[in-house]
């Protein structure tokens, strides 16, 4: 039978039903599930494992008082079972993790329950770019994916969301406005958001792939160590977020801030994700039925009761909370401890500024994240812990007075107030005083026994469970049982505890005071050693490691230095005083080694920093002297006895002066390398004037040179000037490659009087190594080169530009027309009829001018009004522009097309071989860029 204390925990009374408290219990399973997998300490998560086993105890019980009430009208439901979420996975991922905001059911806050989960395959391209390669993440709102994104070659973090989530209009644009913002925060603590795109009905993020781990996995790390957060270590992770949080406020406000949302990278440095994707749930939506109980602990009051207008004061609360859990291992619920209570090492400025931020009201915390940030700063000054503190001036300038060779440093006090005898009042309050040591020595008692049995069973825990901490647990064992519980100490403080106790019952007060006060310091500093004990095998490995980083260092001497000589005494001191069990001592000792040992290590690389600066001037001294053929000044001597006491300090173990002396090494190597600067810039201007007038000839020799080879390599065709104009281009001839006639404005240009000869192509193919077209037994010399494509004229042109230093390109098919047209708006240039005097053309077996076939040589007719010959007949000449089939999208001012087919390129003026229809200003055909044919070749042209 379910107790009425069940049915209450279940929020239902005696009178519920069966099947209410079979919903309850569901629900209330389904709640414990969610904590547990975001339950952010372990002590948390053995609590709701505890209330799971419970429920399925009440589930089963219910089950035949669910019979014994069916009737045939009503059907039994038995709770479903849940199964506790796995814990720790995270951690077992610790690298290439970009992680979800942890928003648990999330996704089916606004889809009645749709629970499709994100599935891609390795392989698998989104949005045709990025590829998918492995899942290194998920969470309530999607999952993560390592992908390479094909079109930069990296490899990024894919951020894929479930697509339930993103059904509901209003969550998909207000996810989208998020990204939006994610995408303008730049800054080097926070996680880069590259674009947010949708491929089906996939939406996600392109994100910066971290490597490293999130400072919730740190965080169990560190406990699992039993390694507690230095307040450094806070206040860098303070300072960073903190910084990051300062630029965010400026566009938007994080709102789910947390360890899982901050990520240490593998350079050290402390990274916030997830800006603003909390604000797609609502927070009755993140409340209800306990759906983010591990966001919801990092949540401001303000955020938890949906007020509006939150600010950036939010996050500093989110902040603090996140600070108080690295300093005690717990988040602060309900009345919340002061931190320093907790951690007696921390600053009371740090401790102070934290509690400050844990406020329930926006108006009590700092004004934004820069007064927290300035606040956190570190302020000089010592904080005095006096236990006169607060008694008044005057008081505590007797208490020194007292203190200091006075009456009650010398005993007459208690020799005054011996000598008077004790009254009933007296006695009694003696007894008091007395009675409440021993109270606190048997609670003192109580709490080492108490410790110890935790001790034991967490080994036995450990070792059962295999767990990687048995090692740990085991030498802290080890430790306290035989430095502690098999030590005398123990032994001894029970022996003077009896002699007290002995003394108290003759009310022998004043011997018995004394001693129940050393019993008393005697189990509080065992109490401390055993605290102490944890952490020796961290402190020693740590020394180590510092001691090792100052070996690397090398820096051979012949006498330590004092502070090494320091490290290696703490270091003995150390083991010293853990083989006597002394271990709160041996703490100290231990970490007093490492400190010492780092700042070994920080004046080792201080002096090879100094000796490598010193090395570096005498170097560059040395190259000066080789190459100005200097003598030494009186600096240079001074470096060198500089180097030579750094040499010897070091050697002595001395090395702040081994410092001091490289330092004035290098400050003399750089007033010698000072002393010679006039006779280095005299020399450095006669050297640059020589090579300037070097340079000078050998620019005359190259103009000659490219001069020379320009006339022999034209060979008298010459380059004609082109003036600049406008023209209409194509025609209405019924050819539709011709329209649409179109006006064309172009600048002034150049154009070769003759089309290219064979003498002047054959001269390119000498010298490439090419092989010389055939000229068909047609001759060569003046006669136009044929047989070449369009790469062998394009090839021509680039050889022709590297000979002479001027640039040369072919014509494009504008620019040929308009040099072709030569101010005439006619067929040909000369009129709207041809002969066979006016070109050489139609020449073939029933041509209209005769049946000899071929070229003849250039400038056999009459030159056109801008001086250009055979720009009609004779050869095709091939232009610049890819083949269009009409002149749609045709540049309006003469540049060339490179859009089109450009595996075929326009020709123009026609051959000898061509009819009259094909020599006109306006015809155009095509040809395969490859083609070689013998009726074609080509001119050059060049810009002004």
């Excluded at 070097?694 to 008298?716: D, H, I, P, V």
Aim: charged share 25%.
């Amino acid at each position: 039978m379910i107790q009425d204390a069940e049915l209450q925990a279940l929020g239902l009374d005696d009178e519920a039903s069966p099947a209410q408290i079979r919903e309850a219990i569901a629900r209330k399973q389904v709640q414990l599930e969610q904590a547990l997998e975001k339950a952010p300490t372990d002590a948390l998560r053995n609590k709701f494992r505890q209330q799971q086993e419970k429920l399925a105890l009440l589930a089963a019980q219910l089950v035949p008082e669910a019979k014994s009430h069916t009737t045939p009208h009503t059907t039994s439901q038995t709770a479903p079972q849940t199964t506790p979420t796995p814990t720790g996975t995270a951690g077992a991922a610790s690298l290439s993790q970009t992680k979800l905001a942890d928003l648990p059911q999330s996704a089916t806050q606004f889809d009645s329950g749709n629970t499709a989960q994100v599935n891609l395959r390795e392989g698998q391209m989104l949005a045709g770019r990025y590829e998918v390669q492995e899942q290194i993440g998920a969470g309530g709102m999607g999952a993560v994916y390592r992908a390479l994104d094909k079109t930069t070659g990296k490899e990024i973090a894919l951020k894929v969301l479930l697509p339930a989530l993103l059904k509901n209009e209003r969550a998909r644009e207000r996810f989208l406005d998020e990204a939006r913002i994610s995408q303008q925060l730049s800054h080097p603590n926070i996680v880069n958001v590259y674009d947010v795109q949708q491929d089906g009905d996939f939406f996600f993020l392109t994100m910066e792939l971290l490597e490293g781990q999130d400072l919730r996995q740190v965080m169990e790390n560190r406990k699992l160590a039993r390694q507690p957060f230095s307040e450094q270590e806070m206040r860098t992770i303070a300072s960073q977020v903190g910084d990051a949080l300062a630029y965010a406020h400026k566009y938007t406000v994080h709102r789910d801030l947390k360890p899982e949302n901050v990520w240490l990278t593998e350079d050290g440095d402390y990274k916030l994700m997830d800006f603003g994707i909390a604000r797609m749930q609502s927070t009755s939506q993140r409340t209800q039925t306990g759906a983010a109980m591990g966001t919801a602990y990092y949540m401001a009051p303000e955020q938890l009761k949906g007020q509006k207008n939150i600010d950036g004061r939010a996050d500093q609360y989110a902040l603090g909370v996140m600070l108080y859990e690295l300093a005690t291992g717990e988040v602060p619920a309900g009345l919340i401890k002061p931190l320093r209570e907790s951690r007696r090492d921390l600053s009371r400025g740090f401790a102070t500024t934290v509690m400050r931020t844990l406020n329930g009201s926006p108006e009590d915390r700092f004004a934004d994240i820069a007064a927290f940030r300035q606040a956190l700063e570190p302020r000089g000054g010592l904080e005095l812990n006096l236990p006169w503190k607060n008694i008044g001036i005057a008081a505590g300038v007797l208490v020194a007075l007292l203190g200091i060779g006075g009456i009650v440093a010398s005993g007459s006090l208690d020799g005054l107030k011996g000598l008077l005898p004790m009254s009933k009042e007296e006695i009694a309050a003696q007894k008091a005083s007395l009675a409440k040591i021993q109270g606190e020595i048997k609670v003192l008692k109580q709490r080492l026994d108490s410790s110890r049995r935790s001790l034991d069973s967490d080994v036995r825990d450990a070792q059962r469970n295999n767990s990687s901490d048995w090692i740990s647990l085991s030498n802290w064992q080890k430790l306290t049982e035989d430095g502690i519980f098999a030590g005398s100490r123990l032994t001894e403080l029970e022996g003077d505890l009896s002699m007290a106790e002995v003394l108290l019952r003759d009310e022998a007060f004043k011997q018995a005071r004394p001693v129940f006060e050393r019993v008393r310091a005697g189990y509080l500093q065992l109490q401390k050693d055993f605290t102490a004990a944890e952490s020796l095998y961290a402190a020693g490995a740590q020394a180590e490691q510092a001691e090792q980083a100052w070996l690397r260092l090398k820096l051979r001497s012949e006498t330590d230095s004092v502070l090494v000589a320091t490290a290696k005494e703490t270091q003995t001191q150390a083991l010293q005083l853990q083989r006597g069990g002394e271990y709160s001592e041996a703490l100290t000792s231990w970490q007093g080694a490492a400190e010492a040992w780092r700042q070994a290590k920080a004046q080792g690389d201080k002096l090879r920093q100094y000796s490598n600066d010193a090395a570096e001037e005498k170097s560059t001294w040395e190259k000066l002297k080789k190459n100005y053929g200097l003598s030494d000044p009186e600096p240079a001597r001074l470096a060198l006895e500089a180097e030579k006491l750094g040499h010897q300090h070091r050697r002595e173990g001395d090395y702040p002066a081994s410092i001091v002396s490289w330092q004035q090494s290098a400050e003399q190597w750089r007033a010698a390398i000072a002393a010679v600067a006039g006779d280095v810039a005299r020399i450095d201007s006669e050297r640059q004037a020589q090579a300037a007038a070097a340079a000078k000839r050998k620019r005359e020799q190259e103009r000659a040179r490219l001069a020379e080879n320009l006339k022999r390599l034209l060979a008298g065709n010459a380059m004609v000037s082109i003036p600049g104009g406008s023209f209409l281009m194509g025609s209405n001839s019924g050819k539709s490659a011709e329209t649409p006639v179109h006006r064309v404005a172009l600048k002034p240009f150049k154009m070769s009087q003759y089309e290219v000869t064979f003498a002047q192509y054959d001269a390119f193919a000498a010298a490439t190594g090419r092989a010389k077209p055939d000229d068909s037994g047609w001759g060569r010399g003046k006669r136009p080169v044929i047989g070449v494509s369009w790469e062998d004229a394009t090839a021509y042109a680039r050889w022709l530009s590297k000979q002479t230093g001027q640039q040369f390109r072919l014509p494009s098919e504008a620019e040929w027309e308009y040099a072709a047209r030569a101010g005439s708006d006619n067929k040909y240039s000369w009129g709207s009829s041809i002969s066979c005097g006016n070109a050489r053309w139609s020449h073939h077996a029933d041509g209209e001018c005769g049946k000899d076939r071929g070229t003849v040589p250039v400038g056999s007719f009459a030159a056109n009004a801008f001086g250009l010959y055979d720009m009609h007949g004779n050869v095709w000449e091939w232009t610049q522009d890819c083949w269009n089939a009409t002149y749609n999208g045709a540049p309006s001012h003469g540049e060339a097309r490179t859009d089109g087919d450009c595996s075929q390129h326009a020709v123009r003026g026609g051959s000898w071989l061509n009819g009259m229809e094909y020599l006109r200003s306006a015809s155009r055909v095509r040809y395969s860029s490859a083609d070689d044919d013998r009726d074609l070749g080509f001119r050059l042209a060049q810009d002004l």
